[in-house]
């Protein structure tokens, strides 16, 4: 049996393979043999009709693609980027790349041609968290791991869908609920996480500030946090504590749409908690204040002095297979590599270790603003904007303006594909090598399974046959991934609490390495935690006479993004639809709707088709759409949280119609 790793959601499983089949890796400490359906079908993903398995080049996206060879797109390609501007250029990557693809991609960009423009898909998913990480706590770093939730007296889930997005982990949910965890889940939807919830709040749109300030205002006021904790190792303290004294304790609570009969039975269950984490994921982070939310989150745990203690912590749950991975590198524009930023000594050292002068001193542009930059060239490996950005009636019209759009893909049937002039075949999961972080910071390896299909290759041999185009052979003339992984260990020694440089990449095939792990107090230079003061200022998009529906969107169980993969198996087209639309039985009688009509959905931006779910598993005036629905971001806003710049994708304004045939 061949040993590796599930390359879906960031739990990251084990598995093993026999040439037939997969199975979870009884062995695996992550997911002890468990597996989703998903994970047990991506054999079948490897095989697909869909693969794309040649080059192909076209002049312009009104043509068709003709296969080409490897050296003719890399010419053309490396032509390019010569005659451009370092920032015109831009890399826009993904959380489905393995480290060493990561590795490459930045050093390249950034190290070599000069461009910080390099970002990647997770800033759509995870970006408002590592934003509040690094305020809070000094550093992008999560300071609980999953298994804690075995030693944990409470779990809270605020605005994450184990159930549905994390399956192996919420089975582990279920053990530990077995062994005496309490759990509480926040969310306007009565998810299937929901099912299994000692307390269930369903919690209003948009108003998890609201609902962790009351929180921390009363165990302030009640004088029921960890008060030597504070004193010792947190600051802004008194400040949080008078800003507290003015708010609106009664109209927070009316925006939260919980009564207070359900908050007292929470704040109860709470307060007689003595280990408690709270794990969350896109529901907080996609939101025009989703640093701000996790502000509001992190400062509980603060209080409580819930961190660096067994069982106890804030868990943001990453949604792709090595987003950790990708942060750790240095894959956003935010940040140059192994999490330093663009101060100077920073990029001194960089420098140095790269053998390069040509690093640039500015933040590069984000992947929700890459589009509208002007770009002459723009590399997008492994990943779909066009389907997965907000607005997507203004994505199309702004791709089509960039001169040279380069899709790297293993697949061919992509949004994105309709809107680019070069495809570079790359190899999916199973015919490459690599190690990707899972949600925890653990450190595993993908291993190759079977043979590298026709003129496939995997992406960090790309961006090398890129960087040795411009010239750059001596600084990219990888032979394979360890060469490319002992490189980047060694980088990770440029910052001081990074410890990548312990781990066997051998070993990584039986077991995974957990870096950080003598991490136990907090990564500010005064080693004291930061409280923050934040308040719901209602920014995101508004319901009104004429879009009275606030839009949610989210994963459902057996599908991955926009299906390139997923959608093939029939395994995983049996548990839910790929297009349906979930609506609360009142709206669904006011309108005339019964379930499975067809119906229309439409907000300022665009409009889309699809049919009614009655449920009242949803609150009055929501909707919900899932994301296996590609047409989704038609209707999505495209507003930005303005320090993470992630997007606001469960805030949209929409009315909903049935459709009429006989008109």
């Not at 050093?107 to 759509?124: E, H, P």
């Not at 077991?511 to 991490?519: A, M, N, Y």
Request: aromatic share 8%.
């Amino acid at each position: 049996m061949v040993k590796s790793v599930c390359g879906y959601c960031g739990v990251g499983c084990g598995l093993e393979y026999d040439e037939k089949k997969l199975i979870g890796d009884i062995a695996y400490p992550t997911n002890l043999g468990n597996v989703c359906s998903k994970g047990v079908s991506e054999l079948v993903s490897m095989q697909t009709p869909t693969r794309l398995l040649r080059p192909h080049m076209r002049e312009s996206i009104e043509n068709n693609y003709n296969v080409c060879s490897w050296e003719e797109a890399m010419d053309t390609i490396a032509e390019k980027i010569k005659a451009s501007s370092k920032n015109k250029i831009g890399f826009y990557l993904s959380g489905q790349l393995l480290t060493e693809d990561y590795y490459v991609a930045n050093k390249l960009a950034k190290g070599f041609i000069g461009t910080n423009n390099v970002d990647t898909n997770s800033r759509t998913c995870m970006a408002s968290a590592v934003v509040g990480y690094k305020k809070a706590i000094g550093a992008d770093f999560v300071p609980v791991r999953m298994n804690d939730i075995f030693k944990s007296d409470l779990l809270i889930l605020a605005g994450a869908n184990t159930a549905e997005a994390h399956v192996v982990f919420h089975n582990q949910i279920k053990k530990a609920k077995k062994e005496g965890l309490k759990v509480v889940v926040l969310d306007p939807r009565q998810t299937d996480t929901a099912k299994i919830a000692d307390l269930y709040l369903p919690i209003k749109v948009g108003s998890d500030i609201d609902f962790f300030n009351l929180l921390s205002k009363r165990l302030i006021d009640e004088e029921k946090y960890d008060k030597t904790f504070v004193s010792k190792y947190v600051n802004n303290f008194d400040l949080l504590k008078n800003k507290f004294k003015r708010v609106p304790v009664t109209k927070m609570l009316k925006r939260t749409g919980l009564t207070q009969e359900e908050f007292e039975t929470f704040f109860a269950l709470y307060t007689s908690s003595k280990n408690i984490i709270t794990a969350w994921t896109m529901g907080l982070n996609q939101s025009v204040q989703g640093v701000d939310k996790n502000l509001a989150l992190l400062n509980t745990h603060l209080l409580m002095g819930s961190i660096f203690k067994e069982g106890n912590g804030p868990l943001s749950l990453t949604g792709q297979p090595n987003a950790m991975g990708g942060r750790e590198v240095g894959g956003l524009s935010t940040m140059l590599a192994v999490h330093l930023g663009f101060d100077e000594q920073s990029i001194k050292k960089v420098s140095k270790f790269w053998k390069t002068d040509n690093i640039d001193n500015k933040p590069g542009l984000t992947a929700t603003q890459m589009l509208e930059a002007d770009l002459d060239v723009l590399i997008i490996s492994h990943t779909d904007p066009v389907y997965h950005l907000p607005h997507r009636n203004r994505v199309e019209a702004l791709i089509q303006k960039i001169p040279l759009v380069i899709e790297i893909n293993a697949y061919n049937n992509s949004e994105t594909s309709k809107f680019a002039h070069i495809q570079l075949p790359a190899s999916p999961w199973g015919e490459k090598e690599g190690t990707q972080t899972n949600l925890d910071r653990s450190i595993t390896k993908q291993v190759k399974l079977t043979r590298t299909s026709i003129d496939c290759k995997p992406d960090w041999e790309i961006f090398q046959l890129i960087a040795q185009k411009l010239g750059y052979k001596n600084a990219f003339s990888y032979k394979n991934t360890k060469e490319i992984f002992e490189e980047y260990q060694e980088m990770t020694k440029l910052n001081s609490y990074m410890d990548m440089s312990e781990a066997d990449y051998d070993n990584l095939d039986n077991e995974p390495f957990v870096w950080g792990e003598k991490i136990s107090s907090f990564l500010t230079d005064d080693k004291k935690a930061n409280l923050f003061f934040v308040e719901n200022k209602l920014l995101s998009e508004k319901s009104s006479l004429d879009y009275p529906f606030i839009l949610l969107t989210g994963r459902t169980r057996d599908q991955w993004h926009s299906g390139t993969k997923t959608n093939l198996p029939l395994t995983l087209l049996k548990y839910k639809e790929l297009n349906f639309c979930e609506i609360h039985p009142n709206d669904a009688d006011r309108l005339g709707i019964k379930d499975q009509d067809e119906i229309k959905v439409i907000s300022k931006r665009g409009e889309l088709v699809t049919k009614a779910h009655v449920t009242n598993k949803i609150n009055e005036k929501n909707i919900f759409i899932p994301i296996s629905n590609r047409e989704v971001n038609y209707l999505t806003n495209d507003l930005l949280d303005k320090v993470s710049l992630q997007p606001d994708y469960n805030h949209s304004a929409v009315r909903v119609e049935k459709v009429d045939h006989e008109a």
